[in-house]
T-cell receptor, first 112, second 114 residues
Framework: QKEVEQDPGPLSVPEGAIVSLNCTYS??????FMWYRQYSRKGPELLMY????GNKEDGRFTAQVDKSSKYISLFIRDSQPSDSATYLC????????????FGAGTRLFVKA | DTGVSQNPRHKITKRGQNVTFRCDPI?????LYWYRQTLGQGPEFLTY????????KSRLLSDRFSAERPKGSFSTLEIQRTEQGDSAMYLC????????????FGSGTQLSVL
């Protein structure tokens, strides 16, 4: 079993829809939770960063962490075609990016 | 600040050849990481530098792989005697000093071993 599980999709939604992306994990030591967006043939770009449990909002994006269920989510409101990309969840037990574990990524397509 | 720069963007080589990739991190970042990403997978950690010191290496990094960061600025990743299984995107990332999970990635080097 992988430490971080993420449904690879693809997920296809119409423009304007609310998108929900999720990951589960098994290592209770994870304290830092991130979401990266990766466009085709590009490196990942950090979208959201959360420490421990709770919600964090940034514009159209909301990240949620439920440590009791070992479950994290990313919500995208009013999705746009430009949001079409692969979304990678990532998590780390402590400071130091070398311990960051990535999910496999979910491919999202937003249709105009 | 132009972000993390990686060269070349693409490399095609024949099995058994040696290849070298270069990464220039964001200038004020003293931490530098190499990751490998295959199709349909997330990035997998290879190795990590703090300044010029290589502090961590993954078991994925066989003895055919070597990484250097001689002056604590740019880094190189060399793969000797390449194998078809080495075909992947090699990503470099950097982060701020003082501990950070916020990784800034380059666009990667896509390696194809024929």
């Amino acid at each position: 079993q992988k430490e971080v599980e993420q449904d690879p999709g693809p997920l296809s939604v119409p423009e304007g829809a609310i998108v929900s992306l999720n990951c589960t994990y098994s290592n209770s030591a994870f304290q830092y939770f991130m979401w990266y967006r990766q466009y085709s043939r590009k490196g990942p770009e950090l979208l959201m960063y959360t420490y421990s449990s709770g919600n964090k909002e940034d514009g159209r994006f909301t990240a949620q962490v439920d440590k009791s269920s070992k479950y994290i989510s990313l919500f995208i409101r009013d999705s746009q075609p430009s949001d079409s990309a692969t979304y990678l969840c990532a998590m780390s037990p402590n400071t130091g990016g070398f311990k960051t574990i990535f999910g496999a990524g979910t491919r999202l397509f937003v249709k105009a | 600040d132009t972000g993390v720069s990686q060269n070349p963007r693409h490399k095609i080589t024949k099995r058994g050849q040696n290849v070298t990739f270069r990464c220039d991190p964001i200038s004020e970042h003293n931490r530098l990481y190499w990751y490998r990403q295959t199709l349909g997978q997330g990035p997998e950690f290879l190795t990590y530098f703090q300044n010029e010191a290589q502090l961590e290496k993954s078991r994925l990094l066989s003895d055919r792989f070597s990484a250097e960061r001689p002056k604590g600025s740019f880094s190189t990743l060399e793969i000797q005697r390449t194998e078809q299984g080495d075909s992947a995107m090699y990503l470099c990332a950097s982060s701020l000093p003082g501990g950070s999970e916020k990784l800034f990635f380059g666009s990667g080097t896509q390696l194809s071993v024929l």
